[in-house]
């Protein structure tokens, strides 16, 4: 069964600085997809990015970008120029296909003015 | 936003006493879930629907039955509720290959 690990249950960051989120999953297959979430204190769940396992570039939107590591099964979120807004939780999360989404366990992001 | 709508949005219940959570899309997607999300568990899947009448189990199942007899719709139901199901549940819709859109979730207490 695919697992997501998110090793670092809170971080915390200045203000206008850049902060890395960690995860890592496991999975036999080739073809999938990751996500990360945010849920703010509102508790919607927000898509924040995407990233196809078949694509090599590295998924951009604006602010926040990942490191996908196909080999290490790594998938991190780069936060840059850190908003007061941007305080949430996030969760990492993969699917293949069809299948079930498959959540890490959070990390709470904490932004410091 | 996604069509996806969650009802009732709290509910306190009593320990013994059946539930039922419903979810209901306007997007027309053929995949649908349940989830609930307790403090240090991230969201764990409790079950989800690949289409009208087609169900199955997520790791979480135990104490929880499904339905889906339209395509709009994808019931959760707890038999007899206990004080381990108070948690925050969200149904949510995809399609193949893509991410999933959440509903904005129920908070249920059983006392």
């Known amino acids: 069964a695919q697992t997501v690990t998110q090793s670092q249950p809170e971080m915390s960051v200045q203000e206008a600085e850049t902060v890395t989120l960690s995860c890592t999953y496991d999975t036999s297959e080739s073809d999938y997809y990751l996500f990360w979430y945010k849920q703010p204190p509102s508790r919607q769940m927000i898509l924040v990015i995407r990233q196809e396992a078949y694509k090599q570039q590295n998924a951009t939107e604006n602010r926040f970008s990942v490191n996908f590591q196909k080999a290490a099964k790594s998938f991190s979120l780069k936060i840059s120029d850190s908003q007061l807004g941007d305080a949430a939780m996030y969760f990492c999360?993969?699917?293949?296909?069809?299948?079930?989404?498959?959540f890490g366990q959070g990390t709470r992001l904490t932004i410091n003015p | 936003d996604a069509g996806i709508t969650q009802s009732p949005r709290h509910k306190v219940t009593e320990t013994g006493t059946p539930v039922t959570l419903r979810c209901h899309q306007t997007e027309n997607h053929r995949y649908m879930y349940w989830y609930r999300q307790d403090p240090g568990h991230g969201l764990r899947l409790i079950h989800y629907?690949?289409?009208?009448?087609?169900?199955d189990k997520g790791e979480v199942s135990d104490g929880y039955s499904v339905s889906r007899s339209k395509t709009e719709d994808f019931l959760l139901t707890l038999e007899s509720a206990t004080s381990s199901q108070t948690s925050v549940y969200f149904c949510a819709i995809s399609w193949m290959g893509a991410e999933a859109f959440f509903g904005q979730g129920t908070r249920l207490t059983v006392v």
């Open positions: 629907s690949y289409g009208v009448k087609d169900t």
């Open positions: 999360a993969y699917k293949r296909g069809a299948q079930k989404l498959v």
